[in-house]
């Protein structure tokens, strides 16, 4: 018997939809039975995602952190297909570089403004249509970055931050109106935010993507590269009926990179102690059997 999609009837908008994560997850929302609203900055990507995907994707060119845009995104939903079950907050970029000394006002209110206020500001513009339904899920983009330090710029890891904490709270004022809210953490995703982050062209930016999915499997435990299809599907169970009981919390997608310390899954990687020491994990345990045999 075949099974019914996991998002039959649901309408959804994804901001941040013709590239990377956000493209994987139109794809696959689709492939599961919903109508897509695609907002982005790009037109030509975005008109080529809405002739791929005919009657189930409509595209909303769209700068989220022009909020005029963003609501006319968000309103599309419902003029277009009748109602609005899903946001998903993904637009983002790598924002002001470097640390502490490279603060830059201008700059700093530049990437808050993309990556926080337009998670808070589209959540506004959606919760009167997800109330019309009885209810619904937002979804976040977080990061790894807003859970430890030394994963991205500080700018950009003290706004990931923001979301995930505001993920929290929104989840518990919306809970009594039946809207769930979740955050999903990216771990390294082999999308173009890498090269965007450097200045570098789209074209540049892509084949750059493809040299961190070619050697990015080693960093982490799963030991193979993130994809932009491993968030869509955290994306689609979040946004699914099958997540009715999951509110206010991040799912973290890093191929278990946050576990712990390298030396934690790896075992040519040398420990605190063999650090402190000067010796190798091979040794340490050469000089524990030979002890042993004593």
């Not at 500001?121 to 937002?138: C, D, M």
Request: with cysteine; charged share 20%; glycine share 12%.
């Amino acid at each position: 018997m075949a099974m019914t999609p996991r998002l039959d009837g649901k309408v959804a908008v994804v901001t941040g939809a013709a590239s990377g994560i956000g493209l994987a997850t139109v794809a696959r929302f689709v492939e599961e039975g919903a109508r897509v609203v695609a907002a982005d900055l790009r037109e030509d990507a975005g008109r080529a995602l809405e002739a791929r995907f005919p009657g189930a994707v409509r595209f909303a060119r769209c700068d989220v952190v022009r909020l005029d845009e963003l609501k006319a995104a968000i309103d599309l939903a419902a003029d277009a297909f009748g109602g609005l079950d899903v946001l998903f907050s993904n637009a983002g970029a790598g924002g002001l570089p470097g640390g502490v000394e490279a603060f830059d006002a201008e700059a700093w209110d530049a990437t808050h403004a993309l990556l926080v206020r337009s998670v808070a500001a589209g959540a506004a513009y959606a919760v009167p249509h997800l109330k019309r339904r009885g209810g619904g899920s937002i979804l976040n983009t977080g990061s790894i970055a807003g859970l430890q330090a030394g994963w991205g710029p500080l700018c950009y890891s003290s706004a990931k931050a923001a979301v995930i904490h505001w993920t929290r709270c929104a989840a518990a004022e919306l809970a009594p109106l039946g809207i769930r809210v979740n955050a999903i953490c990216p771990g390294f995703i082999a999308t173009g935010i890498f090269g965007h982050s450097l200045g570098l062209s789209d074209d540049d930016a892509k084949r750059l993507a493809h040299t961190v999915a070619q050697r990015s499997g080693a960093a982490n435990p799963v030991g193979r590269s993130g994809r932009p299809e491993d968030i869509a599907e955290a994306a689609v169970y979040l946004s699914s009926d099958a997540a009715g009981f999951v509110t206010g919390t991040h799912v973290v997608v890093d191929g278990g990179i946050t576990v712990g310390p390298r030396h934690a899954w790896d075992r040519d990687a040398p420990g605190p102690i063999g650090q402190v020491l000067g010796l190798s994990r091979a040794e340490i345990e050469a000089m524990r059997a030979a002890n042993a045999k004593r």
